[in-house]
């Protein structure tokens, strides 16, 4: 690894929830607090439902707030050399977005294959675009190599405490619009948002339940926890594409923390998560991508076992394409 002058290591693999507050002074001029919206239709299934309302962050998904806890630890030095990040999807818009308000330059390397229509997003977002390689692992190597030889810091997607503790923000904001939670739904991928929510709410009361949402297609966090290790799958294409990736065969800190902290998982088909992005434009009339409505579908198709009362629903993003988005509320509306 580089040299990087903070240590990221003194945290062991957790987040305190001394950390996560500080996190909320850092990022709070950058952030938005979401609101808390009651759904009373989800919650004709039971529990009362809240849905956390991540998707009107700035960037259209959570992923800001780790991004900007991680840069804004950096030191005055490691800000004037630069970050850089392989994602294309909502953490490299994060990583563009904040590194622009701060004036710090920021590079995302990424892939031949990268659509073009991806591409001009990321440069409209103030970002340097470095096209390196055939594949996600050439991009993600050359990263790498800027931190050895330039020393610009790579900004990972999930597995630093800075970017959990980032993400756990909204679990104090959950605790303090909804002192009465006792449960959370969240969507998994690498974990970041799941350990930051989770250390902030079971550090606070163990008793509160924490559940993941995974697709059935490429659960990786799944496959790794049920093979005690972290371990490579295979991708599929689905719905839910901002979930997709691997945790990181030298994973430090998430799969520990998902591991602590998560009480259920939840996998669900391509249809219930359709149903999920149906049901969030049929009752509320809000877009959200695959990844967001899995929270909402994991209730609507009654698929969570604890017993839960007063549940929070993370909805984590609205990054879709609209002619997607489009036809997967036409169907929706056809079948029901
Ligand atoms: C990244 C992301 C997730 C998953 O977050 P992890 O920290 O990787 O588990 C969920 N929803 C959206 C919209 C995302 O961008």
């Known amino acids: 690894m580089s040299s990087v002058s903070h240590d990221s290591k003194s945290i062991k693999n957790d987040v305190s929830l001394r950390e996560v507050w500080k996190a909320r002074k850092r990022i709070s001029a950058y952030i938005e607090k979401t609101p808390l919206l009651h759904s009373p239709l989800l919650s004709q299934k039971g529990a009362a439902i809240h849905l956390k309302m991540e998707n009107l962050q700035p960037i259209g998904a959570f992923k800001i707030r780790g991004a900007a806890n991680k840069i804004l630890s950096l030191s005055q030095e490691e800000k004037e050399r630069g970050v850089t990040t392989f994602s294309t999807g909502n953490h490299g818009m994060a990583v563009a977005y904040i590194a622009k308000q701060l004036g710090i330059r920021a590079i995302v390397c ?119 290790r972290p371990v490579v799958i295979k991708e599929e294409s689905t719905l839910a594409d901002s979930l997709l990736g691997g945790i990181g065969l030298e994973n430090e800190y998430t799969f520990q923390m998902v591991k ?77």
Do not use: W
């Open 110 to 228: 990424i892939s031949n294959r990268v659509p073009k229509v991806k591409v001009d997003k990321i440069r409209e977002m103030g970002a340097e675009v470095k096209i390196i390689g055939e594949n996600q692992d050439d991009a993600e190597s050359h990263c790498y190599f800027l931190e050895n030889t330039e020393g610009i810091t790579v900004i990972k997607p999930f597995d630093d405490p800075y970017v959990i503790a980032g993400q756990g923000t909204i679990g104090l904001e959950l605790l303090e619009q909804f002192p009465d939670i006792d449960s959370v739904v969240v969507p998994l991928s690498g974990g970041g948002l799941l350990s930051g929510i989770g250390a902030v709410l079971k550090q606070t009361d163990p008793s509160i339940k924490v559940i993941g949402v995974s697709m059935e297609r490429s659960a990786v966090m799944h496959e790794s926890i049920k093979a005690e």
């Open 260 to 336: 602590r902290y998560m009480d259920e998982i939840v996998l669900l088909t391509e249809e219930e998560i359709a149903d999920g992005m149906g049901f969030m434009f049929q009752n509320h009339r809000i877009g959200v991508e695959g990844a967001a409505a899995t929270a909402v579908a994991a209730v609507l198709h009654d698929k969570i076992k604890s017993p839960v009362k007063q549940t929070a629903a993370i909805i984590s993003g609205s990054n879709v394409d609209p002619l997607s988005l489009h036809a997967v509320i036409n169907d929706y509306l056809n079948r029901n």
